[in-house]
Structures are given as C-alpha cells and as structure tokens.
C-alpha cells in the first residue's frame, strides 16, 4: 500500500503567491484516480511520480518558487534529476501536476472588507501584480496557463485549484457590499464577479503588464468612482 500523500504546512494565503504559504493537500491516491497527463520515454514508476510531487510540495513550502530545482525536487525524492527532466522537462510543469493531482492548493483570499469596495479591490489586485511580478513567477505562469487552455483533466483540476477561488473570493466581496448597500451595484454581484475576474486572467493569459492604469480602468467598469 502506497503511503497516504497528505501533508499540510503553511497558511492559506494568495493564487499567485507560490512561496512558502503554499498549502501542502494532497490525495489519497488508493482509493482516486490519478489525473491522465503524456509524457515521452519510458512509463513512469507510480511510487517515484508521487514522491517527485510530495517532494515538490515540501520544498515550496519550504523555500518558494524561485528557489525550487530540479537538482533539489530529484534530492528530496530520492530521484535522479534525469527521471524528472525526462518526465516533466522543467519544474514549472512539476508544479503544474503538483496542483492538479491536489498536492498543492493556493486559495485566493477574498479581497478585504472595510466598507470601500473600490479601495478593497484595488488594494487587492496591487497586490497580485507585485506577485506576478516576482522573479521567475512568469515561467510557472505561462504553465498553468497552458494547461487551462488544454481540453483535459489537467485543465479542470487547475480551474478547480486556482481560477474558482478567483471567483468566490470576489463574488464574496461584491455580495457583502450589496447586501450592506442593496441596489448600489450597476449589476448583480456574481455578474460583476465574472467580468472582472475574466478581464484578470485574460491579461495574464497574454503576459500583458497589471499596471495601475489598467486596474483603474478595470475598475471603472465595475466599480465607477462615486460622482
């Protein structure tokens, strides 16, 4: 019987923030089914793809993304850093699996709550571009973003994992505001939830910059300043 992969570590904390607050899941692996994803060469060994995962968990847990090798993944595995390159090739494709087999969870914190709805998500999303623009943040973008445009199990995972708490974060904000303030709103708050969570990741779909500018202008559209 393989050992049960659950382990956790670190508090619950931002998507993009894959650092040392990273929440280590895990799955029982026994009794689920695995998520189906190619590889080239040789089939890889069950036990040695779990650990190569767990591994990778506990070192982002332990030191951040920027940090993570491959040298250090195939160490802690006990691995040659050969298996890993011949089955994922860089370990932003190691992290990407790690999130969808469920050995990674980074939930979005809703955006805060003091009574400005425009201060709370701009604030908000401040924050995630000071992330996204983190050193080598980039390279692990660009592979979630991959896998999400794929039409695979991969791809639900990873919508599971890290694009829904987009979307309960701020539909949660919108609907304690409307609920204080009824009929403020210019739409329904799951509504605005979704165009401004689209309009998010379609900017970092196609590597275009958060600037201040943008988020303003997002923000017009949903929450306009007050006249």
Known sequence: MRDDPRARGG?????????????IR???????TPVSVEHRGRPRSEKSRLAVLKATAGLLVDGGYEDLTIEGIAASAGVGKQTIYRWWGSKASVVVEALAEGYLQAPLAAPADTGDLRGDLREWLLGLKAEIEAPEMSRLLQAIMSALT???????AIHEALIQPIMSGLDARFGAHDAARPGEL??????LAEAMGASLLLHVMFAR????EWIDQLLDLVVPRSP
């Open 11 to 23: 508090p619950r904390t931002t998507i993009v923030d894959v650092t040392s607050r990273i929440e």
């Open 26 to 32: 895990g799955r029982d692996h026994e009794g689920g």
């Open 150 to 156: 794929s039409a695979s199990e991969t791809s639900s």
């Open 186 to 191: 210019a739409a329904k708050p799951d509504f």
């Open 209 to 212: 910059p958060l600037t201040a």
